[in-house]
């Protein structure tokens, strides 16, 4: 490495350490790293494990709005094996190459300003590699990387506390969490493809929120492929946006469970496409405010979506083919009861039931009135002829009124006529069936509510 922390720090006599670049450098300055690594041996503070504040005894600290920038992008590496690596306040990094040689810390830190990342890439990040907290806002973006994760990397980035978060395209490879959300941070992800780093395993859970009143939102065509859970929500009350995703060939799409604590989450998902997957593509329980529109999916191992706990869930324009089951809803029954309103909802070629209902008695299903029929399409389901399944297959307490009029079902089956639809036979007597067992609907055992077909 050449250099000397007794020069000027100028381009013809540069600065030797990270270190003492820190020091020279004032707010807005930018600071050149030419080809080379700093390390450990270089770098004294990246192999302290002082705990205390960054860039005292064990990291490097710039001051706000620094910009370190790379020569030749790609040609430069920090490696830190200490508790602290570099802390930013702000500023910009510019085509840099990390490297956790301390796998469980993180080699990049901030805590407050407007932080840019571009061009640069983790790699032995187990943890993460970029902590974000405080009030912090840190942009990612790709540069001229075609992945942000060098192998192996098996963590990219946590957010938490006020902080928030945008990445904004790019691909993030990785083995076992890209992105890990806590507190009330925000995050955003635009356009982003997520992969599993070994194609023959599936990487972990891609984006993790936890235990808080945090935002997420995805859009822009982001693709996961290759991981064991696109979204995971644990005990959090967290707002979801999802609007343009696509998850192939891995496990389970979304798996939210929200615990309103302040207000109830609101979960908004549309255009969602999920295609070969093993597990359910989505599943939603707890308390919460959810729509899903405008999705397809395809070939799921499992059924495609699955709804519990209590609130509202609105699904519209949604295409389930050849799946396990298409709607899978199975309420909570000491909760406050769970308000589901289906229209324009295709499921065919499942090998169990296109939708399954278990209900309680503080529900109510509306897939379709005389006023707003449902324009579903229950038709061509329980491929393996399973007893206890259907097209749709439900069971509701007495008293519940299933509504589900209007939609096209199997024809000429269980009194639907040459064109798959049920109409009522006497004028203003609605058409409701308590038992039946056929291909179109079949009602369980302990169902003793009304599944209503026409009015």
Same mark, same amino acid.
Request: net charge negative.
């Given at each position: ?28 300055? +930018? ?28 990291? *490097? ?18 490696? #830190? ?22 796998? !469980? ?15 640069? #890439? ?28 060098? !192998?192996?990397? !098996? ?14 395209? =790019?691909?993030?490879?990785?083995? &076992? ?35 808080? @009143?945090?935002?997420? #939102? ?6 996961? +492929? ?13 707002? $979801? ?16 469970? /929200? ?29 919460? /405010? ?14 495609? $979506? ?11 324009? @949604? ?6 089951? =298409? ?5 909570? &029954? ?15 070629? #499942? ?28 038709? =061509? ?51 409701? *069936? ?6 179109? !609907? ?14």
């Amino acid at each position: 490495m050449s250099g000397a922390d007794d020069s000027p720090g100028t381009n013809a006599l540069p600065f030797k350490t990270l270190s003492r670049a820190a020091i020279a450098a004032r707010a807005g300055d +930018t600071v050149n790293l030419r080809d080379g690594t700093w390390d450990p041996s270089i770098e004294v503070k990246f192999a302290s494990m002082d705990e205390s504040t960054c860039g005292v005894s064990a990291g *490097v600290a710039f001051a706000s709005n620094v910009t370190l920038r790379a020569v030749h992008a790609g040609a430069a590496r920090i490696i #830190s094996a200490g508790y602290h690596g570099l802390c930013m306040s702000g500023g910009l990094i510019d085509g840099l190459r990390f490297d956790c040689s301390n796998s !469980y810390r993180p080699i990049i830190e901030t805590q407050q300003g407007a932080l840019s990342i571009r061009g640069s #890439s983790l790699r032995n990040c187990n943890k993460s590699g970029i902590d974000i907290s405080g009030t912090a806002q840190v942009t990612v973006g790709p540069g001229s990387l075609s992945d942000y994760s060098e !192998y192996p990397n !098996y963590a990219f980035v946590s957010a938490r506390e006020q902080s928030q978060l945008t990445i904004d395209g =790019g691909n993030i490879s990785y083995a &076992e969490g890209a992105i890990d959300i806590q507190d009330a941070a925000r995050v955003i992800v635009h356009g982003v493809t997520f992969a599993s780093q070994d194609p023959s395993v599936l990487a972990g859970i891609a984006i993790a929120i936890s235990g808080s @009143l945090s935002q997420l #939102s995805i859009d822009g065509g982001t693709r996961f +492929t290759g991981a064991a859970a696109g979204v995971e929500v644990y005990d959090s009350s967290a707002d $979801i946006s999802i609007d343009d995703m696509a998850f192939t060939q891995g496990g389970l799409a979304i798996l939210i469970n /929200e615990t309103a604590t302040t207000g109830v989450p609101h979960i908004a998902i549309n255009r969602l496409v999920t295609t070969d997957n093993n597990g359910p593509d989505v599943i939603v329980a707890g308390s919460y /405010e959810l729509s899903i529109t405008n999705s397809t999916f395809t070939r799921c191992g499992n059924p495609s $979506i699955i709804l519990n706990g209590s609130g509202s869930a609105t699904v519209d324009s @949604l295409t389930f083919i050849q799946g396990g089951y =298409g709607l899978y809803i199975d309420t909570d &029954e000491s909760g406050d009861g769970l308000a589901v309103n289906a229209r324009n909802v295709s499921v065919t070629g #499942s090998q169990y039931s296109g939708v399954l209902l278990l209900g309680h008695a503080n529900d109510t299903f509306d897939f379709g009135t005389a006023r707003s029929p449902g324009n579903n399409v229950f038709s =061509g389901n329980n491929l393996s002829a399973y007893y206890l399944d259907a097209n749709f297959s439900f069971s509701v307490p007495a008293g519940v009124v299933l509504q589900a009029v209007g939609n096209i079902w199997d024809a000429n089956q269980q009194g639907s006529d040459v064109d798959g639809l049920y109409r009522v036979g006497t004028a203003g007597v609605p058409l409701d *069936v308590v038992s039946g067992a056929g291909p179109n !609907y079949l009602s369980r055992d302990s169902s003793a509510g009304k599944l209503r077909l026409a009015e």
